[in-house]
């Protein structure tokens, strides 16, 4: 196996490529800017046990790419300098960064690798060096003899394309020198995972979605002449693993990771896309991206916040890249190399999600899929000895050290989210847990049924029946009427069925229009919402309120996506039938409920009254205000039994 020295492993592709390498022999050596950085990435790739062995072959050496020497330490170098694979793909991702840093993270960083790959050619040890680049680099084996006229072309370009390309032309340069095989790596625009479409860099495809979003999409640049390549992060992950495999004589080749834009979307379709994803107008139009660039460079185009360098990815789709090799050597390998159709939705509502909330603390859990639902997930510790993000994406690495338990399943209701019940399901460290967000709220895509209601009950269903094993289901609100509907789907996927007040009859008449419901909740302000939690006993008093969670809920409506959905949800909610004599009788039996007593906006009807319920002082919104005493109540009825 190797012994490989990587730059970039800290980012959002490099972090996929070490945890796809980490399931390999290979000895790493990673350049990271500082120690906490890297217990920081550790900690999300589950490495985070000291007695693990993957501590001992990956491992971070401190240094920065825009320093003289890199930065190492003589005792790091080295190290470095026993490396036989080198994947260069630091540098930041940063369409708007200026001319001199671009030179420093780029050019200069190139030529601080190219010095190193000298010193480790002169031991006999370098056999390959994959620089990771992207698809707009214009150089082939023939322009590099004569760079004048390409140089002249990218300077009137960003400082973002124009370094990265003068690097590519450096490194190509300093292999022939060298003598050393080099393979280039040109990602198209990377999104999220094809497993479940977390996509933390916000920079590519996230600038059409804030634009979409915002409403400047109805005019497309491009329509349907024009498209925007885009690669999932694990296929780019895996291809840069299956080059560092390649160790004996491999050739020097330059692969393009994208797909065929006969078979991909034109520029109309992807922001079509996007438009019903999020749930506003389709676009009508298109317009010249040379037009709208220059439109971009006024004062108008910087009141309107769309970056004109980004209109530099989107290229006609008559524009041939030389895709063959790539092709080939996916096929020898019979690895995936295409776009997820199905996974595009979620990757749009997952950048939808980070673009009004920003990074999101999620305390040990992972963002995952269950069906048609986004899911936070964390493995219990007496189950379960470690989160690993495979090269299939997030999964869980069961090593049984007692029987297997119930995943417990905790389901929002309205004005919520799967974050917002992280402090309860973290009251069950013991126990695999698993949080999903409703369609169209949080991460999850939109169902688009006709029938919203019934379109939120199919997808927890489904979500449900994606588990091995039957799950324990807690809903609270909006997600305990769900709960209750799934059960009565699939009693035998569902081990128990806990209700934390749940929604079992129709919400108030003043719900029942969506586009009231619409208009409110855009106009909806910081104080007039704490005035309306309590109004409506959601909270009993203000000290109740977490700040996190006005913080949340409003962040959560800037969405026109979440704002459309929750005000279809609270219409139906209105209208909502009750269940027949004898499935509420089925229920009734087998649920268990806790009501809290101070709810004043959700009616409670006495023969709803089961022998497993149980009443508390607490207003609509226990579970998130006081999630510990939620917890306990809960195993006092068996949850974890």
Same mark, same amino acid.
């Given at each position: ?7 970039? /492993? ?13 399931? +390999? ?7 990271? %800017? ?70 420093? &993270?780029?050019?200069? @960083? ?12 002169? #031991? ?7 620089? &990771? ?45 060298? #003598? ?23 920079? *590519? ?38 080059? @560092? ?17 006969? &078979? ?40 309107? *916040? ?8 989107? &290229? ?53 899929? #269950? ?23 997030? %999964? ?20 919520? /989210? ?12 013991? $126990? ?29 269903? +489904? ?45 108030? %008449? ?101 022998? $497993? ?29």
């Amino acid at each position: 196996m190797a012994h490989i020295f990587m730059t970039g /492993g800290t980012g959002f592709i490099g972090t996929h490529t070490l945890a796809q390498l980490s399931q +390999e022999n290979h000895t790493v050596s990673v350049l990271v %800017r500082s120690s906490s950085r890297w217990e920081h990435i550790c900690k999300e790739l589950g490495w985070s046990d000291s007695a693990d062995p993957m501590t001992s072959r990956i491992c971070p050496v401190i240094g920065d790419l825009g320093t003289p020497g890199l930065g190492l330490s003589h005792a790091d170098r080295e190290k470095v300098m026993t490396a036989n694979v080198i994947i260069h793909a630091g540098g930041p991702m940063d369409i708007r960064i200026s001319e001199a840093k671009a030179r420093l &993270v780029f050019l200069q @960083a190139a030529e601080e690798m190219l010095r190193l790959a000298a010193d480790i050619q002169l #031991r006999g040890g370098l056999k390959h060096f994959i620089h &990771v680049v992207g698809f707009k680099s214009p150089w082939t084996d023939e322009n590099m003899h004569d760079p004048a006229p390409v140089i002249a072309h990218l300077e009137q370009g960003p400082p973002y394309e124009l370094m990265k390309c003068l690097a590519d032309l450096r490194i190509r340069e300093g292999a022939r020198e060298l #003598r050393f095989p080099l393979s280039i790596v040109h990602p198209s625009v990377v999104i999220g995972s094809s497993q479940h479409g977390e996509t933390p860099q916000t920079g *590519g495809l996230g600038i059409l979605v804030r634009a979409t979003a915002r409403g400047l999409m109805s005019i497309v640049p491009g329509g349907s002449t024009h498209w925007l390549p885009l690669v999932h992060v694990d296929h780019v992950a895996s291809f840069i693993n299956l080059l @560092a495999k390649e160790t004996s004589s491999p050739p020097t080749q330059t692969y393009y990771l994208l797909d065929d834009p006969k &078979v991909s979307h034109s520029m109309q379709e992807l922001v079509s896309m996007i438009a019903k994803e999020l749930r506003v107008r389709k676009p009508h139009g298109s317009i010249s991206p040379k037009w709208l660039s220059k439109l971009l460079g006024t004062s108008l185009g910087q009141k309107l *916040g769309i970056p004109k360098e980004s209109l530099e990815f989107i &290229v006609k789709t008559s524009t041939p890249f030389p895709i063959a090799p790539k092709e080939s050597l996916l096929h020898k390998h019979k690895l995936p190399n295409k776009i997820q159709e199905g996974m595009l939705p979620f990757t749009m509502a997952d950048l939808d999600f980070q673009l009004v909330h920003g990074h999101m603390p999620t305390e040990g859990f992972v963002r995952g899929k #269950r069906g048609p639902l986004a899911s936070l997930e964390r493995s219990g510790t007496g189950q379960l000895s470690g989160l690993i993000k495979s090269d299939a994406g997030l %999964r869980l690495e069961r090593k049984l050290l007692e029987p297997q338990k119930n995943t417990l399943l905790f389901v929002h209701g309205t004005l919520s /989210g799967a974050d917002c019940l992280l402090p309860l399901a973290a009251q069950f460290p013991e $126990h695999d847990v698993c949080l999903v967000d409703l369609p169209g709220f949080g991460r999850s895509p939109y169902h688009h049924a006709a029938d919203v209601m019934e379109g939120h009950i199919a997808a927890l269903v +489904e979500a449900i029946r994606a588990f091995d094993s039957p799950v324990t289901l807690v809903g609270h609100s909006l997600g305990g009427f769900l709960a209750a509907h799934a059960y009565a789907r699939v009693p035998e996927r569902i081990h128990r069925l806990h209700l934390l007040q749940p929604a079992l009859l129709p919400a108030a %008449r003043m719900y029942r229009s969506p586009r009231l419901n619409h208009l409110a909740l855009r106009r909806l302000r910081e104080k007039d919402l704490r005035k309306q939690l309590l109004a409506q006993r959601c909270f009993v008093d203000i000290s109740d309120i977490p700040t996190s969670y006005v913080t949340y809920v409003l962040q959560e409506l800037q969405s026109p996506r979440v704002r459309k959905t929750t005000a279809e949800t609270l219409s139906a909610l209105a209208r909502a039938e009750a269940f027949p004599p004898q499935q509420q009788a089925e229920l009734l039996r087998e649920a268990s409920i806790l009501w809290g007593t101070q709810d004043r906006a959700l009616p409670w009807a006495e023969e709803l009254r089961s022998a $497993h319920t149980m009443e508390i002082e607490a207003a609509h919104h226990f579970p998130i205000s006081h999630p510990e005493l939620t917890a306990q109540l809960l195993r006092q009825q068996g949850l974890i039994t």
